[in-house]
């Protein structure tokens, strides 16, 4: 495992939702997956910003890689895997899962293992849903991911405070649901009695920085770490700005430019790593030096 500079002890998750900005939510009406084809994208500018920020620091990542992304751009994937990163699945087309039947969970979830088996040569062990809105306990879908062969689910977020979804009464510790499959909930701080979200996208972008980190040294003193997620697109320059829903735009472009230098400083305070390195014994995944082809080696 490869963690940034600092001495601490905790080391907290560092993952990437790979999708292009066309895949939001707020823009299905506007620019649908049938569209999708003909949209200008960043995924590619985006994720490679990643990949060399997080080559800098030597730190591993988790990449919850969209199926549609594999398939258009199979390259990305390949390069994602040759770095030494752990690669999760973020479902097929983007739907969130509770919005659609369990049968069509099934076949999107199915659909982005079998791409991005045959792009990368390797099966996802885990699985985030779009817009992390996967509230608990959802028992079918967590049986639909046991029967697809995924480990660990990172998509809960126990709090109500979250945009599009949201489970306040869901633990914030890891845990084992009935399905055996485990569950890594996305990181909240607490507040006065309030769960705040804290695991990066939107609000890395909106909360104050020094109240962030604050917040972040208070969950590694208490032993636990957190899990940060960015998209490419927000690393990415010059996607069309198409969003009309005030609350999509807020989320979408908010404070973009911040998330390069807000990365930088985090990576040097904090140490990182792929959830498959922070919680290795709870999962039982193998090491990084296992998962990958011997003549390929980790970044
Ligand atoms: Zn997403």
Redesign the pocket.
Same mark, same amino acid.
């Given at each position: 495992m490869t963690v940034s500079r600092s001495a601490a002890p905790i080391v907290n998750a560092f993952t990437v939702?790979v999708?292009d900005w066309y895949?939001n939510h707020f823009l299905e009406g506007r620019v649908p997956p049938s569209a999708w084809d003909r949209q200008p994208s960043v995924v590619r500018q985006g994720t490679e910003a990643i990949l060399s920020l997080l080559a800098e620091y030597g730190i591993r990542a988790t990449f919850f890689v969209?199926g549609y992304v594999a398939d258009r751009f199979p390259e990305l994937c390949q390069a994602i895997r040759a770095r030494g990163h752990a690669i999760g699945t #973020?479902g097929y087309w #983007?739907h969130r899962p509770l919005a659609g039947t369990p049968d069509q969970f099934q076949r999107d979830l199915r659909e982005s293992i079998g791409t991005i088996a045959r792009a990368t040569g390797t099966l996802p062990l885990g699985y985030?849903a779009?817009?992390a809105a996967l509230d608990w306990p959802a028992t079918w879908a967590f049986q639909a991911m046991r029967d697809a062969g995924i480990v660990y689910d990172s998509s809960v977020y126990p709090t109500r405070l979250f945009v599009l979804a949201g489970s306040a009464d869901a633990p914030r510790a890891p845990f084992l649901t009935a399905t055996g499959v485990w569950e890594i909930p996305l990181s909240v701080a607490e507040v006065c009695g309030r769960r705040f979200p804290l695991s990066g996208g939107f609000y890395l972008r909106a909360l104050p920085f020094g109240l962030y980190r604050r917040l972040i040294r208070r969950e590694n003193a208490a032993g636990r770490p957190v899990i940060l997620y960015v #998209?490419p697109w927000e690393l990415a320059h010059g996607f069309p700005r198409l969003m009309r829903h005030p609350i999509g735009r807020l989320v979408q472009t908010w404070n973009l430019r911040s998330v390069e230098s807000k990365l930088r400083a985090l990576f040097e305070e904090f140490r990182w790593g792929a959830i498959e390195d922070v919680y290795r014994q709870v999962l039982a995944v193998p090491s990084p030096a296992a998962e990958l082809p011997a003549s390929r080696g980790a970044a």
């Open positions: 939702d999708e895949c969209l #973020h #983007h985030r779009p817009v #998209h």
